[in-house]
């Protein structure tokens, strides 16, 4: 029998990457006098959580199918099978490309409910808040890595709706600034730590 992926393990990797991205982007900005620099990691940051992210969600559905097989194996009347391995799974959820790829967590959630069915989708289990953040945080990374007029636009409404801002800093700035706000996930800290928070958070609920 295919040997199960495991899922702690898995866990365990995805929240110390995004604590080590966070932990290098403040050490940066406790050693340098440089504001620009630490604007300029801010976004770097917010780049490498997104791919952890991204990462973490296509393994995370791996896994799950792996684990909990029979809604796909009944929906496509598969007959003689009763698990699913590793390779396999990665291959159904890839759908037969290289890489395994979702614009917004609906769309991811739209995905998993189709292959994993409602029960077995890990990110059914993610909260409102984790959602919108998470979203947010897709708008921030097209921004920096494309900085096309659709990115932009993105990433303006994205910050209107989760952050109530009406004019869009840049994302350097953005990132860098402190979050006084009263519903903030990290309260008096750069906004680059509570996005870091809500995807921990976000990681933490998936994997139960």
Not at 42 to 58: K, R
Not at 76 to 84: L, P, T
Request: proline share 3%; hydrophobic share 40%.
């Amino acid at each position: 029998m295919p040997r199960k992926i495991d899922l702690k393990k898995l866990s365990t990797t995805a929240k110390r990457d995004v604590n080590l991205a966070l932990s290098q982007y403040q050490r940066v900005c406790d050693k340098s006098k440089d504001y620009l620099i630490a604007r300029w990691v801010a976004q770097m940051t917010a780049v490498e959580i997104h791919a952890i992210w991204e990462c973490y969600t296509e393994k995370r559905l791996i896994t799950a199918l792996n684990h909990k097989p029979n809604y796909f194996i009944a929906e496509n009347g598969i007959k003689g099978v009763s698990v699913v391995s590793s390779g396999l799974a990665a291959y159904i959820i890839r759908g037969g490309r290289r890489f395994f790829d979702f614009r917004s967590i609906s769309e991811l959630v739209l995905m998993a409910n189709r292959l994993l069915g409602k029960a077995n989708n890990p990110f059914n289990a993610l909260s409102k808040q984790e959602r919108e953040y998470i979203d947010c945080l897709a708008a921030i990374r097209n921004m920096v890595v494309h900085r096309s007029s659709a990115a932009t636009i993105a990433y303006k409404n994205q910050l209107k709706k989760v952050y109530r801002i009406l004019y869009a800093p840049k994302p350097e700035e953005f990132l860098n600034a402190i979050d006084f706000r009263s519903n903030s996930p990290d309260r008096g800290k750069q906004r680059i730590h509570g996005i870091a928070q809500v995807v921990i958070q976000a990681i933490m609920d998936s994997s139960k």
